[in-house]
Nanobody, 116 residues
Framework: QVQLVESGGGLMQPGGSLRLSCAAS????????MNWYRQAPGKERELVASITAAGGSTDYADSMKGRFTISRDNAKNTVYLQMNSLKPEDTAVYYC?????????WGQGTQVTVSS
């Protein structure tokens, strides 16, 4: 079965950096687009970044452009989210996502807290 397992979250001071990882299994990872979403307290889940199957094209939400970088290693079935210049408003649970077949799959999420 499809599994997505995020890791790498934590507490970081403003201006700091974190790298999130999402280990995927149960499907042919290298043939699917992968996405990162986030959900802050009291807010709707929003798309953070997306990467095509081969990694040749990426998209970002406007507020993340220039600060976040999505990448993938198809040999390791892993997608990453490098987050730099973190701001308090980046505090959220970050989720890995993939649409596989006819279903939308989500990881359990990893908490990122940006605070001094």
């Amino acid at each position: 079965q499809v599994q997505l397992v995020e890791s790498g979250g934590g507490l970081m001071q403003p201006g700091g950096s974190l790298r999130l990882s999402c280990a995927a299994s149960g499907f042919t990872f290298s043939t699917y687009r992968m996405n990162w979403y986030r959900q802050a307290p009291g807010k709707e889940r929003e798309l953070v970044a997306s990467i095509t199957a081969a990694g040749g094209s990426t998209d970002y939400a406007d507020s993340m452009k220039g600060r976040f970088t999505i990448s993938r290693d198809n040999a390791k079935n892993t997608v990453y989210l490098q987050m730099n210049s973190l701001k308090p408003e980046d505090t959220a649970v970050y989720y890995c996502n993939a649409w596989v077949g006819t279903r939308d799959y989500w990881g359990q999420g990893t908490q990122v807290t940006v605070s001094s």
